[in-house]
């Protein structure tokens, strides 16, 4: 079927354009039309996800193919959105809810995602759905604030509540209720307010999986991910409080991890890498990629720009003749999955973007 395997998406050779900097969007945009285009030989029509990856990261998935629409402006997604919202919102997951309300904030923003670009309501009603069982999640009676992980009251960690912080955000940003605006914006920063004083960011300004049973600092790996997700929470409840000062913290947890998690050539890992990320962290490089991404629109730094633009050049260069990207960007990875291609495409995405790729 044409449209979903994407055989309409851009995907000719590398453009040239008068300006270096349009150059380089038109290349990394192309870049990432070839991508997607390996990427929907995964996607199962029947079941609307993706094979090789597992449910949260689908949410992933229709998270960057979002993003690449917003660029893109390419109907075939428009498709997908649509193929997977209607074989799932009724599933195995009903609305897209299950027992992680880490998983239920990926699928949150992925909706939230889809419908910036299509503006049907379906979509953000989904969003704010799913964001209203998340809520059940907070309790004040342990480690004082905080959703949990796992329905059933296990463990306080960072991604879920990152989660809920950007999804509040976002929603926030996006709803033309008042009422329903006032009450992103107060979970929102309630949602901060515990999260900054928590001591899940460390001395280094990175972030640490979560809180032990002492409620404090677990000191367990700092993950991509949990690096990448408060950037976009922080710059969405900076535009919708008007508190610029969020994106100063932001920005020092941008730097700190781009500083500590990436190699003397400036690429990007997870200490994971290159055999033992399992199933979900293939997936968390791509999300601080995206994340960063969203920071740098609400304020550029060049040094993030940089980043991007190199890893995205790397990414490139280590794909194989399938246009398959593995877990390793620095190099060849036996690792190849929807997982590993999402993550990638994710990273090229993001740097189309700050390279100055516009709608067409």
Not at 109 to 129: C, K, Q
Not at 284 to 300: D, S
Not at 329 to 349: F, I, M, N, R, Y
Request: net charge negative; hydrophobic share 40%.
């Amino acid at each position: 079927m044409v449209l979903f395997g994407l055989l309409l998406l851009p995907v000719a050779g590398r453009a040239q354009t008068t300006s270096p900097d349009a150059t380089r969007a038109a290349e990394f945009l192309a870049d990432s039309a070839a991508g997607l285009k390996t990427l929907q030989t995964w996607y199962v029509e029947e079941t609307g996800l993706w094979k090789t990856t597992g449910w949260w990261n689908g949410a992933n998935a229709l998270t960057m193919l979002a993003d690449y629409a917003k660029l893109s402006d390419s109907p075939d997604l428009r498709a997908v959105f649509a193929n997977t919202f209607e074989r799932n919102y009724n599933g195995k997951n009903p609305n897209f809810l299950n027992p992680y309300y880490d998983d239920e904030g990926w699928w949150a923003l992925g909706w939230a995602g889809a419908y910036e670009v299509t503006h049907e309501a379906r979509y953000l009603a989904m969003s704010e759905t799913i964001f209203n069982d998340m809520t059940g999640g907070w309790t004040d009676d342990y480690c004082g604030g905080g959703i949990w992980w796992k329905k059933g009251q296990v463990y306080k960690n960072a991604i879920a509540n990152e989660l809920f912080l950007a999804t509040a955000a976002k929603l926030g940003n996006l709803t033309q209720d008042a009422q329903k605006r006032a009450k992103y914006l107060e979970w929102a920063q309630r949602e901060w307010k515990w999260f900054s004083a928590s001591g899940m960011i460390n001395s280094q300004n990175l972030v640490n999986d979560g809180l032990d049973q002492t409620c404090h600092n677990d000191h367990k790996t700092t993950w991509s991910y949990n690096q990448g997700v408060i950037l976009g929470g922080l710059s969405e409840l900076s535009k919708l409080s008007g508190d610029a000062k969020l994106l100063d913290v932001a920005q020092s947890i941008a730097e700190s991890a781009i500083a500590r998690l990436t190699d003397q050539d400036g690429m990007f890992h997870d200490p994971c890498e290159p055999a033992h990320c399992g199933n979900d962290a293939p997936t968390f490089k791509g999300v601080f990629a995206r994340n960063l991404a969203i920071l740098y629109g609400a304020g550029p730094a060049p040094g993030f720009r940089f980043f991007l633009r190199t890893n995205a050049e790397g990414i490139w260069k280590n794909r194989d003749s399938e246009n398959r990207f593995g877990v390793v960007w620095s190099g060849p990875s036996e690792l190849k999955t929807a997982a590993t291609q999402v993550s990638a495409l994710d990273a090229l995405v993001a740097a189309a973007e700050l390279e100055g790729a516009s709608r067409k």
